[in-house]
């Protein structure tokens, strides 16, 4: 078992920035690849970042690109998703998520976290 517990939501203005964090506890954190997802009210849970075991390979979303960075202290086991330039269509509950292997699909993620809101003020 591993349990993921995100943190660092908030309310932000169009164009802020925010760090999002997940600590992971349980069995070996650097055994998984890490990403992030994102559901905003009425949609469908959408890939936003994928990252490898050892942090050399990260993965974006279209959508982020430039804008998101993942990251990962495996010694913390901690994963971060550092968010710049918000627009309010990142407006989401952004949750974490540990897979055996890198991917952008949610049916390959094993263990989830419960979720920390972003909200965008315009």
């Known amino acids: 078992q591993v349990q993921l517990v995100e943190s660092g939501g908030g309310l932000v203005q169009t164009g802020g920035s925010l760090r999002l964090s997940c600590a992971a506890s349980?069995?070996?954190?650097?055994?998984?690849?890490m990403g992030w997802f994102r559901q905003a009210p009425g949609k469908e849970r959408e890939f936003v970042a994928a990252?490898?075991?050892?942090?050399?390979?990260?993965y974006y979303a279209d959508s982020v690109k430039g804008r998101f960075t993942i990251s990962r202290d495996n010694a913390k086991n901690t994963v971060y998703l550092q968010v710049n330039s918000l627009k309010p269509e990142d407006m989401a509950v952004y949750y974490c998520?540990?897979?055996?292997?890198?991917?952008?699909?949610?049916?390959?993620?094993?263990?989830w976290g419960q979720g920390t809101r972003v909200t965008v003020s315009a």
């Open positions: 998520a540990a897979s055996p292997v890198v991917s952008d699909n949610v049916q390959e993620y094993v263990y």
């Open positions: 990252i490898s075991r050892s942090g050399g390979y990260q």
């Open positions: 349980g069995r070996t954190f650097s055994s998984y690849a």
